[in-house]
């Protein structure tokens, strides 16, 4: 449970820290664990019954342990007159599992809530943050499916969102594109890096909103590595940090104008294209 | 010291004054149920409702916790603040028959009957016992949980808490579940089966700090 202490003492002391505690230890360990909560009681110097109730009071917190995969039901107003019970107990069938439960495989957790914002497009289910709307029970097999498959791969040939970017150095400027390494179909991103004893190159998919990488050592989940140029090798390190997790930002020059930011964080997903942007 | 109106009657009150101890202090009556002298005003229960303001901008307001204004005209008990009183009575009687407080509330203003489905819950969530652990005895053991009709109190985790001290405060506080702890008060005694039981932590050590409420102590007869 160290790394509970370490998530209480990044937000210590500011406005509204419980919430983001609790929410990081979730993504974390994907519930609120007993102990887990203890170690932010005795840190934060809050009471326990109160953590006990923010953490019961949100929907979003559980304090059970959660499957590999969370699957949301909406069943508001709009969802339901549009058939989301129907839909939930369709999910609950198929799932063998009642709302609030996890399969035995540990592969899917059922959740319903009240509200998901989405009214215009019910019945909605959320599976691992990825909205399906205007579901019909006809289509669940194949939600399950893809959610298995695992939905934050992303396809760069059907997903719009996806673009390739071209980065250069900022600080000599030298492209950082690799043509000779190809990830997901595009000329990769190769920088060098730096964590613990470890010294090493790292390719990144060029693809912006695409988190594929492939890197010579095994960066463990949340470390937090340094960036260097490969040809000037300077560190590339920006002014900001990161604002989901603290960690320093990465900046990269835009061909064509603009800057691309990426966090230091192993799994960390904060990133930012500022097209008019410069390094500071 | 804030000047206002009060049942058509000028008065003045110090200023930070809740418009229900100014009401006390001058002898208008207001009843109460989740307020408590010496915890902090909460406003859960709705009985202590008073109208201010004047014609169509008059409104409901909990009188223990709105604070005295310069000017303000309050009536304690006007047809819509006595029809609402007596709303909140017929609700609490659906969630809690039981209670001897909400029977005796519904007694005193005239609820004769409750018009909705029944429920039998043991808890109005007034949240009285949770200010008590808090503020009187600096536990803080037991606070709300979950939300909605989920909403209930308790410990964390439902384990027995560490910081409880068993001391029965927030049961000798409780409007709700008076038939286990109001045999000192005889004119409340419903069934009186506790008082056959004799207190016996007296001897237990660090029983000066415990600050128990409880009379008799029957927690402590249960964890033994």
Not at chain 1, 121 to 132: E, K
Request: proline fraction near 5%; glycine fraction near 10%; hydrophobic fraction near 35%.
């Amino acid at each position: 449970m160290s790394g509970v202490g370490q998530i209480v003492d990044r937000h210590l002391g500011e406005r509204g820290e419980l919430i983001t505690i609790l929410e990081e230890i979730q993504a974390k360990y994907s519930y609120l664990p007993e102990e887990a909560l203890r170690v932010v009681s005795e840190r934060t110097g809050r009471s326990l019954t109160d953590i006990y109730g923010v953490a019961t009071f949100y929907k979003w917190f559980s304090l059970k342990p959660r499957g590999r995969h969370l699957l949301t039901c909406c069943l508001g107003t709009a969802c339901h007159v549009r058939g989301a019970p129907r839909i939930a107990d369709e999910l609950s069938r198929q799932l063998g599992v009642r709302a609030g439960e996890t399969t035995p495989d540990g592969e899917f957790t059922l959740e319903t809530q009240n509200c998901l914002g989405g009214c215009a497009l019910g019945p909605i289910v959320v599976a691992d943050g990825h909205y399906f709307s205007n579901v019909a029970t006809s289509a669940i097999p194949r939600i399950l499916e893809r959610t298995k498959e695992g939905l934050d791969r992303v396809d760069a040939r059907t997903d719009e969102r996806v673009f390739p970017v071209e980065v250069s150095c900022a600080r000599c400027n030298h492209s950082l594109m690799d043509p000779g390494s190809q990830l997901e179909g595009q000329p990769a991103i190769r920088v060098t890096i730096s964590f613990g004893q470890h010294h090493g190159w790292l390719l990144l998919s060029s693809l912006y909103g695409s988190y594929t990488i492939e890197a010579q050592h095994e960066i463990p989940f949340d470390e937090v590595a340094n960036f260097f140029c490969p040809h000037c090798h300077a560190e590339l390190r920006g002014a900001s940090d990161c604002a989901m997790c603290g960690a320093p930002m990465v900046p990269m020059i835009v061909r064509g104008g603009g800057v691309v930011q990426i966090c230091a964080r192993r799994g960390c997903r904060a990133h930012m294209l500022d097209l008019n942007g410069s390094v500071s | 010291m804030i000047n206002l109106t009060l049942n058509g009657l000028p008065v003045e009150v110090e200023p930070g004054t809740t418009l229900l101890e100014a009401a006390t202090f001058l002898g208008f009556p207001i009843p109460t149920l989740c307020h408590m002298e010496g915890l902090s005003p909460y406003g859960a229960c709705r009985l202590c409702v008073v109208e201010i303001g004047e014609g169509p901008r008059a409104k409901l307001v909990s009188s223990c916790t709105y604070r005295a204004e310069q000017g303000l005209k309050v009536r304690t008990s006007s047809a819509r603040v006595v029809r609402a009183r007596r709303m909140v009575i017929e609700l609490l009687l659906a969630s809690c028959p039981q209670s001897k407080t909400i029977q005796d509330l519904a007694s005193a203003h005239g609820v004769r009957q409750q018009r909705f489905r029944q429920e039998h819950e043991d808890c109005i969530m007034c949240g009285r016992c949770v200010r008590m652990c808090e503020e009187q005895m600096m536990a803080k053991a037991i606070g709300f949980q979950g939300r909605g009709e989920h909403r209930r109190i308790g410990t964390p985790f439902d384990k027995r808490s560490e910081v409880c001290r068993l001391c029965g405060g927030c049961i000798s506080v409780c409007p709700a579940c008076q038939l286990r702890c109001t045999y000192s008060d005889p004119d409340k005694v419903i069934c009186g089966g506790c008082a056959n039981l004799a207190p016996p932590c007296l001897e237990k050590p660090g029983f000066d700090d415990l600050m128990c409420y409880m009379k008799p102590c029957v927690a402590c007869e249960i964890s033994k």
